[in-house]
């Protein structure tokens, strides 16, 4: 049984359909990447997961359950299991980087900030920014905020966790520290769903890769196959550009 099962879903914005049947499955501690031109539905599809965009059809399972995204129950339920991380980082900034992390876990779901604040430590470490728990997001690179927002995200004990272009808003010089913490989530055996331009890194990381293209899936499989040997046009036309 796979751990995330999409299947056959559709979305809307307002009276726009922009996912078109959108189906695949995300194995317990996978790296899935979803990839294709701007305006595919990318994004789309994280926000559909997590209720953020309405799912107009098909259906998402976690482990065989289906969620019901019309019970807001069920959507909180789904929040608790994934995590989202956006290209913008958010942070409180007129908070520390350790009471960013650990706001959450205290106030929502009401644990002791001893015990949550030594796990936000253990996770600043996992993303290589315990050294500046106590610095506030403006004394922060871009790279440096976008790994804490990681580990708030983390900080919810989240099953999957879903990546949406986490450096597309760096410059290229902090895209590293980015993906280099990722890598270390990946390697933790983090089941991982992301959006991402960076296709060596994709390719490097990812067990499967999901091509999409004007809200449907072109083609998915193990990145060696769609990278070097894509079977639809579609793809051989975009990876033939973008891997130039």
Request: zero cysteines.
């Amino acid at each position: 049984m796979p751990h995330l099962a999409v299947n056959d879903i559709h979305a809307n914005y307002g009276a726009l359909a922009v996912l078109h049947g959108i189906g695949f499955e995300v194995d317990r501690g996978e790296v899935v990447s979803l990839v294709g031109p701007s305006g595919s539905g990318k994004s789309t599809v994280l926000r559909a997961l997590v209720g953020l965009t309405l799912v107009t059809g098909g259906s998402v399972e976690v482990d065989g359950t289906r969620i019901d995204y019309a019970a807001p129950r069920a959507v909180k339920a789904a929040r608790d299991r994934m995590a989202i991380v956006f290209q913008q980082y958010n942070l409180f900034q007129n908070m520390n980087v350790l009471r960013n992390v650990t706001l959450a876990p205290t106030k929502v779901k009401g644990r002791k900030r001893a015990e949550v604040e030594a796990e936000a430590m253990e996770l600043l470490k996992l993303v290589g920014m315990e050294h500046k728990a106590q610095a506030y997001p403006d004394e922060l690179s871009g790279g440096q905020q976008q790994r804490v927002a990681i580990a708030r995200a983390l900080a919810l004990k989240p099953e999957i966790l879903l990546l949406d272009e986490v450096t597309s808003a760096l410059d290229p010089e902090l895209v590293n520290e980015v993906l280099d913490a990722i890598r270390r989530l990946a390697g933790e055996g983090m089941t991982m769903l992301l959006v991402s331009h960076e296709m060596s890194f994709v390719r490097e990381v990812s067990s499967k890769v999901v091509f999409m293209d004007a809200g449907r899936v072109v083609e998915a499989g193990p990145p060696d196959a769609i990278f070097d040997a894509p079977s639809s046009e579609r793809a051989r036309d975009f990876f033939g550009k973008v891997l130039r």
